[in-house]
């Protein structure tokens, strides 16, 4: 137990969320709890991980976690660990919206995408049809988000390019995407800024500029592809090109992505036994698996060249590319980040930054400091 990189979870408390200000002190060993020396409550470790409230341990808990995010069945789980299956599908769930947390807080910051790409899953539920789309930056490969809904529709492609848009910054930047018409709209309807007159009223809605769009439209003979077509649906073509980086315009990586979630999903395999029931617990499982594979995972084409401790790469995770990380983290890790209460300056200024609907804002208030770092285990198996 380390009370110096713990913090005070009681949001009532003039020191909430501050580590290292020596205000926390360990109040029990054998209960593993600490003592906040300002307000006096005490508090668990496990407060606010995926293993808070859990009479097993976080080890447990993470290991399970890990096998469910690389798509282990579970029944294999039940039948290996003795557990009951409607804990391990618990379990699932609360990993699941621990990780969108971590998604959230962490991923959807605003920053320099350059090239996104973007596409859709069907998958299927129990008596319906489901549509997953997700999006991608491609210089890190970083997953930057995905949403579930009955239709491939407008508004599936607009929740999309919302969760894209909280990642980006007002740059250049372009979508390659395949020829779904939704795109453009969505587009032209999501990356707008308003102009501020200084009078009431709705101000006047200015589009992006540099936001561009290109499409690949595979034309199919029964199930062959027989010809590409590639378009510029929005832009300049020098801009289009000089965001490509000498590449054509192609869905190759978020393709290669969706490929990934389709192995380690059993949820969406093509012809599967294994069909969720509900919507929710497919967007739990997308969230698990984007993060782990955000976080977790390294990936081939990030590597870097150089000899460290006799290695001849540096492997490096999507978010190390994208500098969201400064290690490779393992599943225990992630389920072991808990989000503190912003200090005071942080919540005020988060109150007047997003004056968005009531769940982002209470959202961010709540999730402004990430517990994560030096206390992170190195690998979960040791
Ligand atoms: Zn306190």
Redesign the pocket.
């Known amino acids: 137990m380390d009370p110096h990189t713990t913090f005070?979870p009681?949001p009532d408390?003039p020191?909430?969320g501050r580590t290292g200000a020596g205000?926390i002190r360990v109040h029990s060993r054998k209960e593993r709890r600490y003592r906040?020396q300002?307000?006096g409550?005490t508090f668990t470790e496990t407060k606010g991980t995926v293993a808070y409230r859990l009479r097993t341990a976080l080890d447990v808990v993470s290991l399970v976690v890990a096998l469910l995010s690389h798509g282990c069945p579970v029944a294999a789980i039940v039948f290996a660990f003795g557990l009951d299956e409607r804990t391990v599908l618990k379990w699932f769930k609360r990993a699941g919206k621990h990780c969108q947390q971590v998604h959230e807080h962490l991923v959807e910051q605003p920053r320099d995408l350059g090239q996104v790409q973007a596409d859709e899953i069907r998958s299927k539920l129990q008596g319906a049809v489901v549509w997953l789309a997700m999006a991608l930056q491609v210089s890190t490969r970083l997953w930057l988000g995905g949403v579930v809904g009955r239709d491939r529709d407008l508004g599936l492609i607009k929740r999309l390019m919302q969760k894209v848009r909280a990642c980006a910054l007002c740059r250049p930047l372009l979508f390659c995407t395949d020829g779904l018409r939704a795109y453009v709209r969505a587009i032209r309807a999501v990356f707008r800024e308003p102009v501020p007159t200084g009078q009431g009223g709705r101000p006047r809605l200015r589009p992006w500029e540099g936001v561009c769009l290109a499409q690949v439209v595979k034309q199919y003979a029964g199930r062959r592809v027989v010809g590409i077509v590639r378009r510029i649906a929005q832009g300049a073509e020098a801009q289009v090109q000089a965001l490509l980086g000498g590449q054509r315009i192609n869905t190759a990586y978020i393709e290669r992505l969706n490929a990934t979630f389709r192995a380690r999903l059993a949820n969406l395999v093509r012809r599967s036994r294994a069909l969720a029931r509900q919507a929710s617990t497919l967007q739990a499982a997308m969230y698990l698996m984007g993060t782990v594979y955000n976080f977790c995972t390294e990936h081939q084409s990030l590597r870097l060249p150089g000899l460290v401790n006799g290695h001849k790469w540096i492997p490096r995770t999507p978010a190390l590319a994208a500098g969201l990380a400064d290690h490779c983290w393992t599943v225990r890790g992630v389920a072991a980040v808990s989000g503190a209460p912003a200090t005071l300056d942080t919540a005020q200024t988060s109150r007047t930054a997003f004056s968005g609907n009531k769940t982002t804002r209470r959202s961010m208030v709540y999730l402004t400091t990430f517990r994560c770092g030096a206390t992170l285990p190195q690998k979960i198996m040791e």
């Open positions: 005070c009681n408390c020191a909430r205000n906040c300002v307000c409550q």
